[in-house]
């Protein structure tokens, strides 16, 4: 079932807001320059996407970091348009990483540090690829990238990469 929370978009005060400790997206100064001035242009036109820390009544960031620091140092706003999703921390990191794929920006060391990230949390390398949209190659060059063992722990290898994908392959289709 689809889930609206963009219906349910509330202004939130930035000092209530604070960034993730996981993004690997980066925004090069002229694309920063572009989004300042299309925020002048066109306003607000996204929320920005947060998760509500309860217990220290904090907004944590899933998307939108660079509007929100467009409203902090050059817009000096006291609030901005929220909308709030309710996720585990590796389901935030999924929703993180999807938003940035979609427009196409990613870091690829922070991609694989987010990789061997929810390697450690438990995820299969098909889960992975399901969950944050990547072929199985990707996933598996992101974890080489990392330089750690423990990024390939439990991994079946095939003395067949064509065997390997195959299987993999097969798996995806039942």
Not at 128 to 134: E, S
Not at 136 to 155: C, M, Y
Not at 164 to 169: G, N, P, T, V
Request: include cysteine; charge should be negative; proline fraction near 4%.
């Amino acid at each position: 079932m689809i889930k609206f929370p963009v219906l349910n978009v509330r202004m939130i005060p930035l000092d209530k807001i604070e960034a993730n400790d996981y993004n690997p997206n980066v925004v090069a100064p002229p694309e920063m320059r572009l989004l300042k001035l299309s925020i002048e242009e066109d306003g607000y036109t996204q929320p920005i996407v947060v998760y509500h820390d309860k217990e220290r009544d904090k907004y944590i960031i899933v998307d939108g970091f660079h509007r929100w620091r467009c409203a902090k140092e050059y817009f000096h706003l006291d609030a901005v348009p929220c909308t709030v999703i309710d996720k585990s921390i590796d389901n935030r990191i999924a929703s993180t990483i999807r938003h940035n794929r979609a427009r196409g920006t990613h870091q690829i060391r922070g991609m694989s540090d987010i990789v061997l990230d929810l390697v450690r949390e438990g995820w299969s390398d098909e889960e992975i690829c399901k969950k944050l949209g990547m072929e199985f190659d990707e996933v598996l060059r992101l974890k080489q990238i990392s330089g750690i063992t423990a990024a390939f722990a439990g991994h079946e290898f095939s003395k067949s990469w064509e065997e390997y994908i195959s299987k993999y392959e097969q798996e995806k289709q039942d």
